[in-house]
């Protein structure tokens, strides 16, 4: 699980040791052997090798930055990468840990931090109702007192009798879910900003926020912090990973893998108009209501330089549908 411990030891690295180690052993081995997984890529000149980028691909499976990140590596590209990660896929300690060795950096949304204090209160996991009271209490969509008639008595039980670090007599529910999230998202940026100014390093990003065949619409994280770094936003469109990986297990079935390198999305091209000429704090309540408008028109430019990159199969749909339910969060 994602926590504050998590990310507060969480240490990056320039050149990471077990990502060259698996380029040398495991990715070397299991793009031969005992099917052979064909990569290539189209337009790498357009991947900045003078500074890092932020990089943004489509995530149609567990492990599509496997081959991306090997082929880059092979390629003799300059700079290795960190990796934004959901925070679902570290629900199995063993990923976490190896995410934790190969520059991942945990991301948590508002809603797995729901889900998983609830989780850890209770024992289970919030109903869809559950979690919608919480969350629309935690952006102040409702009234303490609407929230009580909605509350389920379990829900109740957490938000006045008190569980972990949760002391009902300091703060509100509502108010230590949201205090959780913004000191988890502080260190986040913490360690995006380290990433790519310190450590040198490119950040990958998929900003869809979840997996799916077809593209979805990109979320507007990538957006704050491009805008507020000034970093170069650079598209991938990734075609086949998914044949290769179609379930949860990390060996390659064998497939061909097209990646397509879109031109960068830069502060003085195309990201220019969406800039912000005053001081913000990136992934905080107060910068996503007043600059929405800028995030939002970003990460959409964003969706369409991806969905150009892709074949047919992979582009976004006219009406695409969100998944919904808590088990999206876990």
Known sequence: MIDLNRLQKLRLHTKPALQIALGKTFFWLDFRFPKRTRISMEGLENLPTDRPSIVVTNHTDRYGYFPLLYYLWKAKHPFFFAVWIKGKYYTNPLMGKFFDHVNGIPVPSRGYVIVVNFKKA???LPTDGEYRVLRDWMEEKISDQEFESRASDDLKTIVH?????FDPSRESYAGYLDRTYREMMALVLKHSVDALTEKNLNLLVYPEGTRSRRLQKARNGVAQLAIFLRT???????????????????????CEIVFRVGKPVTPDGEMKKFLIDEPFVPFTRDAEVKHREAFDGLADLITRR???????EYRMEENPQERKGVGRFI
């Open 122 to 124: 209770l024992g289970r």
């Open 306 to 312: 991806i969905d150009e990159l892709l074949d047919p």
């Open 232 to 254: 170069p936003i650079v598209p991938i469109g990734s075609n086949g990973t998914d044949r290769c990986y179609p379930g949860s297990i990390p060996l390659s079935k064998g």
């Open 161 to 165: 009798g008190g569980f972990g670090d």
